[in-house]
């Protein structure tokens, strides 16, 4: 089959995160398999400049626009080549490119999650409130004709909200370490990690901050952070010694830390799911993760983890009382790599 998928990043941009992760594990698994398939986005990395394409791995890309025009550029796009392909995917972060308005049902839309309370904290306040009340609004209902899977329940039942029904629930994969994990509770002072962008939406202030807690009641705990964002300089100029800010780490470093890893804290606003807390399973990392939508659907509060009101206080309490009871860490490290394990990229793909 001849595969058109659009996003609004460059999935090698620096600020490329789950959604993009999610586009190049299930596109290239199709790759693989032999079908031709095609990313249409924003010009970026390796295609600035140009309207051709340029090849990510065994994947063609075509680079039009940036990431605020691509959704013109793509409708146009679609009407030049639709019909060249067999189906069209459009990941959906906040913003659909309406496919079904060109190709009909050949288009497939898949919403990672709605932004919603999003607005607030990332944008001033005129802005927020045009993005939560008026533009996300319309153009969810825009996709009320359209075919649309999720990726979470909880992305589901958002758009429900919104007159919009999913044919389906796809959730992400998650790489396995090479070898499976043998975990014990070590007899040292816990070293706990946080992983994300370093944005205001992911709330790496609120572990950092749930940690100094934890820190009054199991001295001796470090916290490592991995990730980059805008708020990088302002986190480094106050954290103590304790805490470690490792910025961007490939997947043979950030893997070596979470096998050392106690536990990981995973405050956030709203996700599509939560790769990192399945990946944190994977290595037999229990994960204490705020109750909030994607989250809440990746980690199985009291089996594989722990779900929190979104208090740095409520973090810090269910952190320690995981790492203080060994039984109870055993049990969330074994149930959390069995979870893992059901969730594969391989399925993934199949399933969308």
Known sequence: MRILALTWKHPQDKTAGGAERYLLEVTGRWADAGHEVTIFGPRGPGTYGRQGGDQLGRLAYVGQGSRWTVFRAAQAYLRAHGHQYD?????????????????????????????EDVWQLEFPGPMAFLGRHILEPNWIRRMRGARVAAI?????????????ASQATVPPGCNLPLASPVRSRPNRPPRLLWIGRLVRTKRPSDAISAFELIRKEMPGASLDLVGRGYLETELRSHVGAAVTIHGYLDETAKGRLLAQADLLLLPGTREGWGIVAMEASAYGVPVVAYDVPGLRDAVVDEVTGTVVSSTPASLAAAAVRVLEDVQVWLRQSAAGMAWASSHTWDETARSL
């Open 87 to 115: 189906h069209v995917l459009e990941t959906v972060s906040t913003r659909p490119f309406a496919a079904h308005s060109v190709v009909g049902d050949k288009a497939l839309a898949l919403y990672y999650q709605t932004a």
């Open 152 to 164: 979470s329940p909880s992305t589901v039942a958002a758009l429900a909200r919104f007159g919009v």
